[in-house]
């Protein structure tokens, strides 16, 4: 099972709508950082809504992808986090504080355009 | 047997109506106000001992019983009505039967209390569900009113929500507040949310951290939040106990909070009529230009 | 669905059935959305530092009631080596394996209750519970 991204200008828009398993988080990263290198993009928005658990290890994982786009020049705003997994976020400890975040993907793209700059 | 007393006790259940009503009219003294009259009080008896009866020949239906304990909750009566007068009933209808056989043996006599608590148990015990039913439906629905008082959420405008905290805050109640702050923001797809914790009397450690942990939870579904209406006693409190809220947007009032939301938001209030120009026309309005 | 009911956790996907089970009675025992996630993450942490550390073992979940309360049991039970020193793995961000160390302290905190027990050699057993509100 693989997560589809899709490019629009230099954008890299994901929807995550399966349950995250391992080995697909892990998939996830490598294709996204391919896709950086291979299309130059320099935003991206991975919309969360349909999202209903996010563990240690998926937030690890996440929170890694984030910090390596942003190696190679992508910005990355997550987008829909439900409010039952900011919460069990919350209560594992886990702060994401320096990721940017957004409502929806709408919003999402408009962070990138606007505060980030890019 | 059983089938023999139920004979007796509908051939003769005028008498038995009558002594019972009688009875029962003492309750009225100490359970009623005096605003049910004496009417209606009558009329439900009747309407009582009725059920009652058509329940014994029915071979112990309930149907009516259904309706009428219905009928009692919404008149708001006691349950102890029902449960003294069932009570009653058993008491009179054994009596009457006891005076009225010839031969009475200890057999004879424990089958006719057999018999008598045959009828009038299911009946108690539909009643006293119906009851307790209508106790947890409203306990339940007072319940909710509670929570939602206990956390409400204010869309003022497009993009922002305030959320006045007000009263004692423990874990139990972070929880809620927290839930609900998070699922009105995306209800009202909020980009900035302002709590307000001017009605908080004391804001402690634990309070303090259950609202940070709140503003974080926020940040994470997108949304911006600022704390507002720290009062000086509370901003003293917050660096006294060693509270760190660097990471928190906070300022002193709702007003203040509200400007920066919209600034956030890209937005800003301006007066449609500059108040100068306002006052010339008021003065030539006057003047009868 | 019985109220006691084990999932076996050998394979990286077992973590995954194990989750959706603990989501599953979380939401037929009628607990918040809220809840429901906290419960299937709890599971998932505790799931997988077995597939991790212990290599096999199960997590098993009981419904129980009182008469003032209703809640659920979970439990995550290995044979694997233990733990040495149970305060420090309590910690977060205490790790062995590059993690974020966040599962052990996080579980104690999405559920109600956690009691924690293990034997260098024999294994380790996690017991927590969580009350329906
Ligand atoms: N069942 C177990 N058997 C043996 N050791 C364990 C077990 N569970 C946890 N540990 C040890 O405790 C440490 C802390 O566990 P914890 O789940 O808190 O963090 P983590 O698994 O390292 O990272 P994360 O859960 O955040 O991805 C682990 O690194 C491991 O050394
Ligand atoms: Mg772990």
Redesign the interface.
Known sequence: MSIPILKLYNYLLISIQT?I???TAIQFQEDLLDKIHKTGATGVVIDLTSV??????I??VL?DVITMSDLMGAKVVLTGI????A??LI????HMQKVATALDLEQGLIKLYQELGV | MNSKLIQIAIENSDTIVQMWLEKIDSLKVDKFSSSTSDELFENTNREFVNVIFTSIKQQGSLIEVVAFSEKIITLGWPLSYITDGLQMFRRVTIDFILSNSDQVDTSFFSELLTSVDRWVEPIIHQLINEYTGSWEHILSIQRIALQELSAPLIPVTDGITIMPLIGTIDT?RAKLIM?NLLEGAIKHNSEVVLIDITGVPVVDTMVAHHIIQAAEAVRLIGATCILVGIRPEIAQTIVNLGIDLTNLPTKSSLKKGFTSALEITNRKIVDLKPKEDGIEEMIKSLQGE | MSPHSCVKIRK??D??SA??LG?EMAKKLGF???D???I??AV??LA?NIYLYAEEGQICFEVFETIERKGLRMGAFDTGPGITDISQVMQ?GYTTSG??G??L??VK??MDEFDIQSEIGQGTQIKTVKWV?
């Open positions: 349950e398993d391992d080995k209903e658990i996010i563990d240690s290890f937030a690890k929170g439900q409010p039952a997994v919460i069990t209560d594992l400890g886990i | 139990e839930e | 990286e996907w973590i995954v989750r959706q989501r918040s959305t809220v429901q996630a906290r299937a993450t998932s942490e997988r977060d993690g974020l966040a599962g302290p996080g905190r999405l509100r």
